[in-house]
């Protein structure tokens, strides 16, 4: 039961939460000012404090250092008591288990940070055997070096001792480095600690200079948390260090435990700037949903085309060229790093109108190897009667004579030198001559099945709905769905590139063969949010930004998830899902 | 009064797994040792109640220490310097001594006064030195002035202490009693015996007109640098009413031990030599000579500060050692003591160790 922390948001394994002390405090964050500890059962014995709701209560505890044997963790191991009052309990990574406190300090931090893949394996295992609503502590290892990847982990709470103890020793930290301060003619800070002139700077000042700095990285993580932003930033910052570039490397090799808190939707921008993007879990599932979920409905030729940096696509000034040569008489795909193939239904829908990467018109191997097999594994299971490369040279050329090579078939090429110039333009043009053109309700209805696809599961769009049984108005991007009837069903959302059922949409969805996403809650009417406690069960598969229907005796609603499935179900805090159309039964 | 043994208290959960663990642990050893050589033997120069004296130190291989066959404590790699199978004859000890004689003969201007003699166990278990060695032994340093031998409480008698009180020497058991902390003792370092056990073995030495000598352990495993700092200051003055002299050592890092796969993987590391200094000082005022003999100060596995004033730090406490001024640790310092402090105001268990 965790009554004194509650998440309010995630990006990945980051969350930003609430310590709910009686003066709240906002995590990620140092704990220092705010953890009394009982303390330590290997000394002496202690008694269980009388605790006040003013600060963390670290329960009396036996710490299992790194090194620590399994038998021996299993003989002393501590039962922890019940309080009323904030609590943490001390636990070690491998041995973590759920003792009802609002948060868990890992005893042996000091023998995982610092190496990539047994912090990964601690984390994970730590995670996976704690509830999801308590927080995480690490004690005596934070720097401003380090921080954004421990909370990018999946870290809470940390503290500023380690900082502390390396500003005395004469180490002074950066959000970049650790310098010996004996070395350093100039601070490279302008915290209130650094405005002491050099000659006067002592390593008690450095030592607070440490602690400013642990704190501005917080700051800056718990911005980029609230942006859903900070894997952008990991993968710049966490390059100071190779410890830190190999964790958040290994965390990509782990893809079930980030891909879990990972959110499927978000309006903020997504920077592909380093070749570690192609990992991301946003990167992957795009690919992963386009070559298994997504299917192409129409008749027409394909036209591969380059990406634009202008998103979405359809906007730049390349593109519309593009469209005017085509005139809707072919299906166009846009080729691009790292996203691999987005068709043009698909790209509103995130990240791909939100990514801009890197553009040079060197393409890595990795990329290249990456498009190509996406490429490849989309013609697999699309099939067109012709196949149309409007691609310029570069990577784009050599990604589609293997993909050819690969599957056997022949693409043909209508770029010469550009795709922009007249005469590729014109090559374009002419290479369609006499094919026929799709119309616009084809464009619509497979824009919003192909949506459906992606966004439910593979034949989710055919599933849900027979052409006949619907109508489609309003405008591109903000298409709605409606019955014959003329009743709304669904609406596009533009932002996401996702849609969002009616009421009556979501009855219809239910009874479908597609697959649904089910909240099940307890006996009332939910309106505005959906709280954690509320929840009786949720689907596994649920992801924050899911579209989800939620239902109970006393009500049947729609709306979109706030955290993971399993974090529902093990929440005791918490926004689960938002409501957007209920119905009392 | 209970009167403890390893096999009656190798009971309870943690003393189980600590049994198992260190057995695994010690089983990765296989090292076996002449039974006609001693462990080791030094001459030294040691304070004992009649002022200083050049000591000869004996650490006799007498087939190892039971309680480590069980397992043993936490920190302890002396188990291994033990010979195969178990047991040494009398024979076999007494060419120990006489290797331990010649080396003072070859080493030493004049015959030490005082004699000290290990046993990787305890001296005083006739399973380790029978009753016939133990005589002869106690005949052989008849003319010296002094003699301490190691053991356990539960061995202690005043028959087998007036072996020596009535050779006229005067008569030291060592007890390696690490910590007055009966929890810590039992948990940390998996020794079996209670406090009141080792009060006990005092009656007995006092009966016997022998006095005690009491080892201390700062820092098993599981502590942090000030609960291990508190430990010893509380441990030095209870002790200091039984014993006339304590020898507060701090813990290092012995191969084959709980203690270094707790060091290996950095979930431990030996004291400051500030905390022994802190301790020294602290308790100066008790009444008893104390004195610490730290090993392998200065290096990564032993005792140590930041690299600079180890040495210095060391040579304090060695003064300390003889002189029993406290304000030897006044003439010392060096910048890490900064450092040292705040471990000593902001580690715990659960953020141990904060730096190296």
Known sequence: ?585 | MSKPSPEVYEQGRGMDAHNKVMRDIRAKKDKTYDPHEPTRVWLDEDNTPDGVYQSLTIILNTGGCRWARAGGCTMCGYVSESVEGGSVTHEQLMDQIQVCLDHEDENADEQSGLIKIYTSGSFLDEREVGAESRQAIAETFGDRDRIVVESLPDFVSEEKLEDFTSQGLKTDVAIGLETATDRVRKDCVNKYFAFEDFIAASEEADAAGAGIKAYLLMKPPFLSEPEAVEDMKRSVRRCAEYAHTVSMNPCNVQRYTMVDDLFFRGGYRPPWLWSVAEVLEDTADADAIVVSDPVGHGSERGPHNCGECDDLVQKAIKDFDLRQDPSVFEQVSCECEATWEFVMDEEASFSAPLTR
């Not at chain 1, 894997?231 to 190999?246: K, M, N, S, V």
């Open chain 1, 1 to 585: 039961m965790t009554d004194y922390f509650e998440v309010l948001s995630r990006d990945g394994a980051a969350r930003i939460g609430e310590l709910r002390l009686s003066s709240p405090v906002t995590t990620p964050a140092l704990a220092d000012d705010h953890v009394e500890d009982a303390g330590s059962l290997w000394s002496e014995e202690r008694e269980v404090p009388e605790g006040d709701d003013s600060v963390l209560t670290v329960l009396p505890h036996r710490a299992f250092p790194a090194g620590t044997a399994d038998e021996v963790k299993e003989s002393f191991r501590v039962d922890y008591p019940e309080t009323d009052y904030p609590s943490v309990a001390v636990v070690a990574s491998d041995d973590a288990h759920d003792a009802g406190t609002d948060a868990y300090i890992l005893s042996d931090a000091q023998g995982f940070v610092g190496h990539a893949s047994a912090f990964k394996d601690a984390i994970i295992e730590a995670k996976e055997s704690l509830p999801a609503d308590t927080a995480l502590y690490l004690s005596g290892v934070a720097t401003s070096l380090n921080v954004a990847t421990l909370v990018y982990a999946g870290v809470d709470l940390v503290d500023a001792k380690l900082a502390k103890v390396k500003g005395l020793e004469g180490m002074y930290l950066t959000s970049e480095n650790e310098y010996f301060l004996e070395d350093l003619d100039e601070l490279p800070c302008s915290c209130p600690a650094c405005q002491t002139p050099r000659e006067e700077f002592t390593r008690r000042d450095c030592a607070e200079h440490n602690a400013n700095a642990l704190r501005t990285e917080l700051a800056v993580v718990r911005r980029r948390i609230r942006d859903g932003r900070l894997r952008d930033y990991i993968e710049g910052q966490a390059r100071h260090d190779q410890w830190l570039t190999a964790a958040f490397r290994e965390l990509d090799q782990q893809y079930g435990y980030v891909e879990e808190r990972t959110p499927v939707i978000r309006d903020s921008e997504l920077a592909a700037a380093t070749s570690d993007s192609i990992r991301r879990v946003e990167i992957q599932r795009f690919a992963e949903r386009v070559t298994t979920r997504y299917q192409n409905r129409f008749k027409n030729p394909l036209v591969l085309v380059p990406c634009s940096a202008k998103k979405p696509y359809s906007e730049s000034q390349s593109h519309a060229q593009y469209h005017d040569a085509i005139q809707f008489r072919a299906h166009t795909v846009s080729m691009t790093s790292p996203i691999g193939v987005v068709p043009q239904e698909l790209e509103l829908t995130y990240p791909a109108q939100h990514y801009d990467s890197v553009v040079t018109g060197e393409w890595s191997e990795d990329e290249k190897r990456f498009v190509a097999e996406v490429l490849k594994r989309y013609l697999q299971r699309n099939e067109y009667p012709r196949v149309i490369a409007h691609v310029p040279e570069d990577g784009y050329r050599d990604i589609c004579e293997r993909v050819e090579a690969e599957l056997g078939m022949e693409f043909e090429y209508t770029v010469d030198e550009h795709p922009t110039t007249t005469e590729s333009i014109g090559n374009l043009m002419r290479t369609l001559e006499g094919e026929l053109k799709f119309t616009k309700r084809e464009r619509e209805y497979n824009t919003i099945k192909a949506i459906a696809d992606y966004q439910f599961g593979d034949g989710a769009g055919d599933a849900l709905w027979e052409d006949s049984e619907i109508q489609t108005t309003s405008r591109y991007p903000k298409l709605q769905v409606r019955d014959t009837e003329g009743e709304q069903l669904a609406a596009m959302v533009p932002q996401y590139g996702v849609l969002s059922f009616t009421l009556k949409g979501a009855k219809h969805w239910v009874e479908s063969d597609a697959p649904t996403k089910r909240v099940e809650i307890d006996n009332f009417a939910p309106h505005g949010s959906v709280l954690a406690p509320g929840v009786v069960d949720a689907d596994a598969d649920i992801r924050t930004g899911d579209e989800v229907v939620i239902e109970g005796p006393k009500a049947f609603a729609v709306g979109r998830a706030e955290m993971s499935g399993p974090e529902m179900t093990e929440s005791t805090r918490g926004v689960a899902a938002e409501v957007r159309h209920v119905e009392e039964k």
